[in-house]
């Protein structure tokens, strides 16, 4: 059973994205820390890459301040084996094709296994082209998750059938930020996957707050944040974790609810 199934046994899933080396690595260490203390359930841990294109602004940002600070992908996966000593709770990879591409697939792969990252999301790597990873990630028990946008529509039964990890559902068209309204018809994308597949889902795209966060749960299996807690690191610095912290702590007591 994937070891990603794990976040989603106790009730309502919170994910947290934190892109590494924003500040540095340190802080990106004790960020994780901080929120799998206070209730996260997952951690998807950015690897930066220098064209992000399904980011908006904020995510953007941390990843070009990462990549000015040096950051490297060597040096993520040793992050990654030092969490681990005491970080228990699934972690994934978000990142692009070109990542793993540049730097071998097989043996990104490989090095994921071996460090104890538990699944890889891709968001530029179409459904239709994802053969050309998925032998790895099934050689290595790497879960490829996949992506459904609210224009997947046709496809997200055919997506859903053969996913794996949990389903990642994008709340709205365009990149990656808050929102201050998300008015997607997400209920019906979800009724669709759960009529395909037992594999949690949890939606991800635009949710800051507690209230969108208890919104989405209502439907989903989870609710995914990504640029709320990156304006935390981006504002606080080396002194963002305990505000990441309590961040997290709010939003987990909203999913419980």
């Known amino acids: 059973m994937s070891n990603i199934r794990k976040a989603f046994e106790n009730g309502k899933a919170f994910i947290a994205f934190i892109t590494c080396g924003d500040p540095d690595l340190e802080t990106t260490a004790a960020a994780v820390r901080a929120a799998a203390e206070n209730g996260a359930d997952l951690i998807e841990l950015g690897i930066p890459f220098s064209d992000p294109t399904a980011e908006g602004p904020v995510i953007q940002g941390a990843n070009l301040r990462a990549l000015r600070g040096g ?3 060597d040096r993520i996966f040793a992050l990654v084996r ?3 000593l005491d970080v228990a709770i699934p972690m994934v990879f978000m990142t692009y094709a070109n990542v793993v591409f540049s730097y071998g697939a097989e043996r990104f792969i490989a090095a994921c296994r071996e460090i104890g990252i538990d699944g890889l999301i891709l968001p530029d790597l179409p459904f239709e082209e994802k053969e050309e990873f998925l032998p790895a990630c099934r050689t290595y028990g790497v879960d ?3 992506l459904i946008a609210p224009t997947s529509q046709n496809r997200i039964a055919m997506i ?3 996913a794996e990890g949990f389903l990642y559902i994008v709340s709205s068209l365009g990149v990656t930020g808050a929102r201050s309204e998300i008015d997607t018809d997400l209920a019906s994308i979800v009724r669709v996957v759960r009529q395909n597949t037992d594999i949690p889902c949890a939606i991800g795209f635009g949710i800051s707050t507690p209230e969108q966060a ?3 749960a209502g439907f989903a299996d989870g609710a995914i944040v990504g640029s709320a807690i990156v304006r935390l690191l981006e504002k606080y610095g080396r002194d963002a974790p305990p ?3 309590a961040y997290v702590r709010s939003m987990k007591e909203a999913l419980r609810e």
């Open 71 to 73: 950051v490297t992908t």
């Open 82 to 84: 030092e969490l681990r």
């Open 144 to 146: 490829l998750i996949s």
């Open 160 to 162: 859903a059938r053969e």
């Open 214 to 216: 208890k919104k989405m």
């Open 243 to 245: 505000q990441i912290g």
